[in-house]
């Protein structure tokens, strides 16, 4: 079966940095655009950023964009999420998700989470 | 920015019972509209895409309708498992975005 495993979180510093990564199996991971979503704690879903099957598109929500990047190795089944001059509001389980966006709804696969959370 | 509204905030309703879960799009989404159910401490699950498209494995009591800004996730009958929040996403527009989730609570 489908199974996205996401690691990297931890405790970082304001201004800080981290890289998650979310490894793939049970797909075919060259096939699928995938997806990046946070979940503050108590709060909703927010939808961060994509990046298609073969890296050629990529999209950030505002929030994100220039501090966040968004990146895959097809050829280890792993997306990843670079994220720098991290601030307080980015504490949040990050879940890495195909939601489609290229032709058809993606499969609607999630990961377990994995919990950042900025903090002097 | 297409922004998805939920409604209502909270609904309780005991086991049994028929749930309709309300989402409305600031401008037409077309039929790019999935439903996802998340428990606490899970990942959300995805239970309903392009708007009226069971996910697999999720059973004959949710249902999803509607096309362009009107959406409805209707549960027929509720089961215990069933308690739990709703959020509707668009995948028409970037970025995509959620819906602030409707809760199902047991009454």
């Known amino acids: 079966q489908v199974q996205l495993v996401e690691s990297g979180g931890g405790v970082v510093q304001p201004g800080g940095s981290l890289r998650l990564s979310c490894a793939a199996s049970?797909?075919?991971?060259?096939?699928?655009?995938m997806h990046w979503v946070r979940q503050a704690p108590g709060k909703g879903l927010e939808w961060m950023a994509v990046?298609?099957?073969?890296?050629?598109?990529?999209y950030y929500t505002d929030s994100v964009k220039g501090r966040f990047t968004i990146s895959r190795d097809n050829s280890k089944n792993t997306l990843y999420l670079q994220m720098n001059s991290l601030r307080p509001e980015d504490t949040a389980v990050y879940y890495c998700?195909?939601?489609?966006?290229?032709?058809?709804?993606?499969?609607?696969?999630w990961g377990q989470g994995t919990l950042v959370t900025v903090s002097s | 920015e297409i922004v998805l509204t939920q409604s209502p905030a909270t609904l309780s309703l005991s086991p049994g019972e028929r749930a309709t879960l309300s989402c409305r799009a600031s401008?037409?989404?077309?039929?790019?509209l999935a439903w996802f159910q998340q428990k606490p401490g899970q990942a959300p699950r995805l239970v309903i895409y392009?708007?009226?498209n069971r996910a697999t494995g999720i059973p004959g009591t949710f249902s999803g309708s509607g096309s362009g800004t009107d959406f409805t996730l209707t549960i027929s009958s509720l089961e215990p498992e069933d308690f739990a929040v709703y959020y509707c996403?668009?995948?028409?527009?970037?970025?995509?975005?959620f819906g602030p989730g409707t809760k199902v609570e047991i009454k």
């Open positions: 998700a195909s939601l489609g966006g290229y032709g058809d709804y993606g499969g609607g696969y």
């Open positions: 049970g797909l075919t991971f060259s096939s699928y655009g």
């Open positions: 990046l298609s099957y073969d890296g050629s598109h990529k």
């Open positions: 401008q037409s989404v077309s039929s790019y």
């Open positions: 392009d708007a009226s």
């Open positions: 996403q668009q995948r028409s527009n970037w970025p995509f975005t």
